[in-house]
């Protein structure tokens, strides 16, 4: 089971769906972060560097309330333009070198990783299962009340 997050407000449903099946399986939770594309040469971060906790950040507290363990990974998005299905691509891969046969990921993910598109490379692919997080409702702000 894993969760992909790309340090947006949308990642709180995705890390709660997934929390919810990996209790169901009693299984621990792969959190893959989505990091932009590598610089030529640059050293890719460690899945438990700061850049990748930075990231990971929202998902802490609601799995230590859970009480699921969980596996850091990284995966950089592709650098310029390989198709509609490239980045999909290459998360479903980062996905499978870990052995993970579910995924779960937001409707309104960044381009190329939203849940619809690597359904459609996974159903291309031929696996793994994506489950997809509906996207956090919009609240308008409201402003502070004056009691004067």
Do not use: Q
Request: overall charge positive; glycine content about 8%; aromatic content about 4%.
């Amino acid at each position: 089971m894993a969760a992909v997050l790309a340090d947006r407000l949308d990642d709180v449903p995705v890390v709660d769906a997934a929390a919810r099946l990996a209790v169901a399986r009693g299984a621990p939770l792969l959190l893959i972060a989505v990091l932009p594309p590598l610089l030529p040469r640059a050293v890719a971060p460690a899945p438990d560097g700061v850049t990748v906790r930075a990231v990971l950040g929202r998902a802490f507290v609601r799995l230590a309330h859970a009480g699921i363990g969980y596996e850091p990974a990284v995966y950089h998005r592709p650098a310029g333009r390989g198709g509609r299905l490239c980045a999909a691509r290459g998360l479903l891969d980062a996905a499978i070198t870990h052995h993970c046969s579910r995924l779960v990921v937001s409707c309104s993910g960044p381009e190329g990783l939203d849940a619809h598109t690597v359904m459609e490379a996974a159903a291309i692919r031929g696996g793994p299962l994506v489950h997809a997080a509906p996207p956090v409702s919009w609240v308008p702000l409201t402003a502070p009340r004056s009691f004067v």
